[in-house]
């Protein structure tokens, strides 16, 4: 037995063999990446992998047996999975591992489209915690979906392929920026001044020595639309468009141990408890869940706060031919989401002790909150035991840390509204540098630790 406490670095922990392991899942998870940039996009890549091992539509209303294996889509922008255990579902509750795959990005204002300088662009709403000037000066890509009239709906995807066009928000050149750089850096890149290009050749008039047509670049790029899509400038106001980084997720480092990618948060999170539902062998219930509308406060039909996780939860509850009150009061969950990891370099936002680092492990946080825990589930100890020997049972590197230091810090994740169902939760993620930002930076040995942080809970 072991009197003192020591972090463990899973790189140093492993052999040849798990390092193999730990950089070929790190593959599985890029490709997974680099067609989930969206909610829509990572419910779209799960349902198509689920289809791949077997699992079948839910029906609230079907009877369910041990084996069975099913899903369910929300709308298009959050998916559950269901494996059925061959234990007492009323004793034994569901083991439920909840992601969000929705990021931080720029969506699409309503009436997007203007000229204005030769160039035509598309107005933007950030969408989620952002440091607005890191979103300038960079290739994006667009994503997401348009409804014509009479219901038709068209799917965008346009700055992905090698060959694509990207679209690309302007910043000032230092040269004219001496006012711009004396701003706090909130003030630097304001809100309103996101405006993406996405154009910039005139439409020519038809007859000859006709007056130059106003607006001609808008009305061009508008015209190739309409050709393409067939939709009109109105179709922008039934549509969910958002400019995300465009490119692929790519290793960093000369020894490729990490993995830079937009949308890390939250989806290197929701790819291995998908891994795991798959793979466990648990006699339990198991459910993942990839939840939508976090990075703006879960709520709305597709976020945590709605009440479809109950709808979902009783349903199998009585589908297996339990009550689902006593389902749900045995059930536990484990909310799977990112935390900051220690940064060496802004060192003084963090308390060394209790942050966890890159490359130690799956990372707990028993809470999260701002201040006085303002607004968090704290897990209880009795919780916290549970998931120790879980993991321990399973031999899992894992670590426990709170998100910057007291004060400094503060956060939230869907842990809260899970628990406020009297469901034991806790947050179990990555650890991450650059959260949020339009690349962020993970450890392939994280990602790998916490799948088998996953198979341990499923099992436990
Ligand atoms: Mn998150
Ligand atoms: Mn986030």
Redesign the pocket.
């Known amino acids: 037995m072991e009197i003192k406490y020591t972090r463990k670095n899973v790189y140093k922990q492993a052999d040849g063999e798990q390092l193999e392991k730990i950089y070929s899942f790190a593959e599985d998870y890029k490709n997974f990446l680099n067609t989930s940039k969206t909610e829509r996009g990572a419910s779209a890549t799960a349902l198509k992998l689920a289809e791949e091992e077997g699992f079948t539509p839910f029906s609230f209303t079907e009877k369910l047996s041990p084996g069975d294996k099913r899903y369910f889509i929300n709308r298009d922008k959050s998916i559950f999975l269901l494996k059925v255990g061959s234990d007492d579902i009323a004793k034994e509750g569901v083991r439920m591992m909840i992601a969000?795959v929705d990021?931080?990005r720029l969506d699409l204002k309503p009436n997007p489209v203007y000229e204005d300088g030769g160039l035509c662009y598309l107005k933007t709403h950030y969408y989620?915690?952002i440091k607005k000037y890191q979103w300038t000066a960079i290739p994006l890509a667009l994503h997401g979906v348009i409804v014509l009239r009479g219901g038709e709906k068209k799917t965008v995807c346009v700055g992905e392929d090698e060959d694509d066009p990207v679209f690309y928000i302007t910043d000032l050149l230092p040269h004219l920026a001496q006012e711009q750089v004396q701003k706090p850096m909130s003030k630097a890149i304001e809100a309103e001044n996101l405006n993406a290009v996405i154009g910039g050749l005139p439409a020519v008039g038809e007859g000859e020595g006709e007056k130059e047509e106003k607006d001609a670049v808008k009305t061009a790029i508008l015209n190739l639309l309409n050709k393409k899509y067939g939709l009109t400038e109105a179709d922008f106001q039934c549509a969910e468009l958002c400019f995300v980084p465009a490119g692929k997720a790519r290793d960093v480092g000369f020894d490729r141990s990490l993995i830079s990618a937009y949308g890390h948060?939250?989806k290197v999170c929701a790819y291995p408890e998908m891994r795991a539902l798959f793979e466990t062998d648990s006699p339990h219930t198991v459910m993942a869940v990839f939840a939508d509308k976090?990075?703006v406060g879960s709520d709305g039909v597709t976020g945590m706060q709605c009440r479809i996780i109950c709808d979902m939860l009783e349903a199998v509850a009585a589908n297996l031919g339990a009550n689902p009150v006593l389902v749900r009061h045995v059930t536990k969950c484990v909310s799977a989401?990112?935390t900051a990891a220690y940064d060496p370099t802004y060192s003084s936002v963090f308390e060394k002790r209790n942050s966890t680092y890159i490359s130690c492990g799956a990372a707990v946080s028993k809470y999260t909150g701002a201040r006085g825990k303002s607004s968090t589930n704290d897990a209880s100890a009795e919780y916290m035991g549970f998931i120790r020997d879980a993991f321990e049972d399973c031999g899992v590197i894992w670590q426990i840390g709170e998100l910057g230091a007291v004060d400094l810090g503060g956060?939230g994740t869907v842990a809260k509204y899970i628990a406020n169902l009297g469901i034991d939760t806790v947050d179990v993620g990555v650890p991450v540098l650059s959260?949020?930002a339009p690349f962020e930076l993970v450890s392939k040995a994280d990602v790998y630790s916490l799948y088998t942080a996953m198979l341990a809970f499923c099992k436990k």
């Open positions: 969000h990021s931080p989620g915690g948060d939250d976090e990075e989401d990112v956060g959260m949020h």
